[in-house]
């Protein structure tokens, strides 16, 4: 149940300084709506509130989880990747609007009421130390986020359906991608009353999320849960205060213009 950093999304510092200069993004030279713009003439963000829309989901999962970074079994013949949190968890698909097709998912599993000790995955991996700190947490309002992906088959394909004219735009895209999925964990914790996010991250994913201001506490020391992780948190008004004052372009998607926020 790892914040897994697929390939795009494990680009170490210096790469990351790359996409932003390339995007002519930083704290200089752009305006805030114009990358918004950007975002919105290239993709959106849906939620996954019909069966439909969650098989998708969970196809993208399988794509990523199962094949491409292979940390869960292959075994549903349904080519569906689910599991026993989906069912207290809500979910969002991104989308690439000319190859009207979906791209990537993200989840975020949401407290049980009368079983907030089981809530999340987070809890069945931690040592005792680092369940007392994260028992400090809000959990009532907590939500762990996971699944966050891209598929690069999937973006193989839309990048295929795509004009020829913009044949490269997917693959020079994933700063934007990030900012999509994140833009829907924004909109799902407001929507279900969620003031925190936990995880447990790629120490290199944490990297990039802190230079694009984005920042997480971690709980206790890092783990070994498909690979190195780091178990973390944010303050979900925090983060999103952290971004408007370094990075108020990357602010403008993450709350579509503010309109997530009102």
């Given at each position: ?54 098989r ?28 026993a ?68 088959e ?14 490269g ?57 498909h ?17 408007k ?18």
């Open positions: 149940m790892t914040l897994h950093s697929v390939q795009q999304f494990s680009h170490t510092d210096a790469r990351l300084k790359a996409v932003l200069h390339a995007d002519g993004i930083g704290r200089m030279g752009i305006r805030d709506e114009s990358l918004l713009e950007s975002f919105n003439s290239q993709f959106d963000v849906l939620p996954a509130n019909n069966v439909e829309r969650i998708t989901a969970q196809r993208i999962r399988y794509q990523v989880y199962c094949i491409e970074h292979p940390h869960e079994s292959a075994d549903n013949l349904d080519g569906l990747e689910m599991d949190f989906d069912a207290h968890a809500v979910q969002s698909l991104l989308i690439h609007r000319a190859a009207n097709a979906a791209l990537g998912t993200v989840r975020l599993i949401l407290p049980l009421a009368d079983g907030l000790d089981f809530s999340f995955p987070l809890q069945r991996v931690l040592d005792g130390r680092s369940l007392a700190e994260f028992k400090r947490l809000p959990l009532h309002t907590t939500g762990e986020v996971s699944r966050f992906s891209v598929s690069r999937f973006r193989r394909t839309a990048q295929s359906a795509a004009q020829p004219a913009r044949a735009f997917i693959d020079n895209s994933a700063l934007l991608m990030r900012l999509g999925l994140i833009q829907g964990l924004v909109r799902m914790s407001a929507q279900h009353g969620i003031t925190h996010w936990c995880a447990a991250m790629e120490p290199s994913l944490l990297r990039i999320l802190s230079a694009m201001a984005i920042q997480f506490h971690p709980i206790g020391p890092v783990i070994d849960y690979g190195l992780r780091q178990p973390c948190y944010c303050v979900v008004a925090d983060a999103i205060d952290e971004v004052r370094n990075r108020p372009a990357f602010w403008s998607v993450l709350t579509g213009g503010s309109a997530l926020l009102d």
